[in-house]
């Protein structure tokens, strides 16, 4: 048990010490997300990857937004390769917090095809997935990135849902 407590302890001093610049960085990113938003490019993602470390730690294990982040920048890049380069994922967004929130959102109705629902949560899920605003991109990275019973079967469904042969 000491062991334990001393280790939890080096750790939260650890955290306390890096915590401001951990914060400023975050804050940096954030920033260049909104300039990302903003512009409908990914151009400044090099540069907000640049910020994702504070020495030896990622933010990425340390804040679950930055997490989310580096996979909606997977899905920005990979939208950036389709035909006409329409980047779905930045459709109706203003603010960094309006694109986390799509993110959420998008893994919630992904985790919907999980589970039997009624008729009615059914119904949104089809509207929203097939609205033509989600691509095929995100769904497939985020099945991929985040923990579902069986992701391959709720990417299919997905890809059903949106009109698409599975393979």
């Known amino acids: 048990m000491n062991e334990q407590k001393d280790s939890t302890s080096l750790f939260l001093d650890t955290l306390s010490s890096i915590k401001d610049q951990m914060f400023h960085q975050k804050q940096q990113m954030i920033c260049l997300t909104e300039q990302i938003i903003h512009d409908k490019n990914s151009s400044c993602i090099p540069q907000a990857l640049s910020y994702l470390s504070v020495g030896e730690y990622s933010l990425q294990f340390l804040d679950p937004d930055i997490r989310k982040l580096l996979i909606i920048f997977k899905i920005i890049a990979a939208e950036e390769k389709l035909p006409g380069s329409r980047i779905f994922f930045l459709e109706q967004v203003t603010s960094f ?28 899920t089809k509207e929203i997935l097939s609205s033509g605003q989600i691509s095929v991109c995100a769904l497939k990275e985020i099945t991929e990135s985040e923990i579902f019973n069986d992701s391959e079967y709720v990417f299919n469904q997905a890809i059903k849902i949106i009109g698409g042969d599975v393979k």
Not at 107 to 119: A, C, D, Q, V, W
């Open 97 to 124: 917090e309006d694109l986390i929130e799509k993110y959420i959102y998008v893994t919630f109705l992904l985790r919907r095809i999980e589970f039997p629902l009624s008729e009615d949560a059914k119904n949104e």
